[in-house]
């Protein structure tokens, strides 16, 4: 997979300009959803200065990531006159990134494109390292492809507009990277508040620091064979939680689910493969003080535990986590059963109290 240009910005100036300008494209197109249309757009469309463009509207949120939104996004394309040699830029959060690139790589067999992350989440995550997709028959990036952006411009001007709900829900893969990468990293994130964004260049840089941990792993692992999976810590007992809220009243954002599922398997790393209990005490109360508690019983435990089965990273019906043995000290390939599973669960709603 070809490596992406990643830029890190606090403020836009004429970056976008120049990026644009440097390409070789015949129509420019900017696909937004109705969120960033009204709150993201504005910023660029001051950045890209008298630089013409078609641009092109979504629905916001996850529901609307489908085969639906994606078609109308390839009329647009087509009824806009794009060709092989026009250019997309993705505004937005995640949902926005990941259709658009499924739509770009797609579209004529592949269309040039360009990310312009607006949550922290995309910023640090969906936005870089090339994997695009959508939603389909109700299973999550059931259908997608492997496609990096040209470039991928991050700037933390555009979180001035996003709520702490989603900030402390990109913070919680921030802190993942913390834990798959060094002590001093993970320290450092530890100190703030997940939806302060007061100090812009001391975000930034953090930011920055992230998404290089991020580049990193893929760079050695672009189609996920191994190390790639360094990024599903958390992600197990995550998306079992994710699932168990989603017919609920209050459905759990995707980084609060890992927050609470990085208990649980820190609590596994420390069973399974020598975690230190220090840092699982630390990390672990960081997570109950940000981002709230993920109420259930005992009752719910076979429901989780049959959620964690069916996940789709399994293979031969063994439930497959990634452990540390110390922080940066990745675990591949791990397996618990369910008693180990359940204690991790006690673990997690002991600490709760
Ligand atoms: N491709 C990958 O590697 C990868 C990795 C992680 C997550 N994802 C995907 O990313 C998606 C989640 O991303 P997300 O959390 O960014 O969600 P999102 O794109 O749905 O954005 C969350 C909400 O914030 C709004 N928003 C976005 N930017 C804003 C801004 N600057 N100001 C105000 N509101 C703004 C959006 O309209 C939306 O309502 C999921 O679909 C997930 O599958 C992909
Ligand atoms: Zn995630």
Redesign the pocket.
């Known amino acids: 997979m070809e490596k992406q240009d990643i830029r890190i910005c606090c403020s836009l100036g004429d970056e976008p300009a120049r990026i644009v300008r440097s390409k070789d494209y015949d129509r420019l197109f900017i696909l937004t ?4 249309e009204l ?2 757009l504005p910023l660029l469309k001051e950045a890209l200065q008298d630089i013409p463009f078609t641009p092109v509207s979504i629905p ?3 529901l609307h ?1 489908n085969i639906d939104t994606l078609s109308s996004v390839w009329t647009a394309l087509s009824q806009g006159g794009a060709s092989r040699k026009s250019l997309l830029l993705n505004l ?7 259709l658009g ?1 499924f739509a770009a790589a797609t579209f004529k067999r592949g269309i040039r494109y360009a990310n312009l ?6 910023m640090v ?5 090339g ?3 959508i ?1 389909f028959c109700g299973l ?2 059931e259908v997608g492809a492997f496609c990096p952006a040209d470039t991928v411009l991050i700037c933390t001007q ?6 702490r709900r ?1 900030l402390a ?2 913070y919680a ?1 921030m802190l993942k990277h913390g834990l798959i990468s060094t002590r001093a990293h993970w320290a450092e994130l530890l100190k703030r508040q997940p939806g302060d964004t007061s100090d812009a260049g001391q975000l930034t840089r953090l930011i920055e620091e992230s998404v290089r941990i991020k580049e990193r792993i893929v760079s050695q692992d672009p189609y996920e064979k191994g190390l790639r999976k360094a990024l599903n810590l958390g992600h197990t007992v995550g998306h079992a939680f994710e699932s168990f809220t989603f017919h609920t009243d209050h459905p759990a ?3 609060y689910a890992v927050a609470w599922g990085l208990v649980c398997e820190l609590y596994l790393s420390a069973r399974l493969t020598g975690f230190p209990t220090e840092a699982l005490h630390q990390t672990t109360r960081f997570i109950h003080e940000h981002w709230g508690h993920l109420t259930f019983s005992c009752d719910d435990y076979p429901a989780l535990y049959s959620l964690m089965l069916h996940d789709k990273k399994n293979t031969g019906g063994t439930i497959n986590f990634t452990l540390l043995r110390d922080i940066g000290d990745i675990a591949l390939n791990q397996t618990a059963g369910r008693d180990l599973i359940y204690e991790a669960l006690d673990y997690y709603r002991e600490t709760c109290e």
């Not at 959803?33 to 960033?36: G, K």
């Not at 992350?117 to 995309?122: D, E, F, I, N, Y």
């Open positions: 959803d109705e969120n960033t709150h993201s916001a949120g996850d990531k937005g959060g995640g949902m926005v990134t990941d690139g992350p607006t949550t922290l989440l995309s995550d969906a936005a870089v390292g994997k695009t997709g939603n999550k990036n555009f979180l001035h507009t996003l709520d989603n829900s990109g893969e954002l995707h980084g």
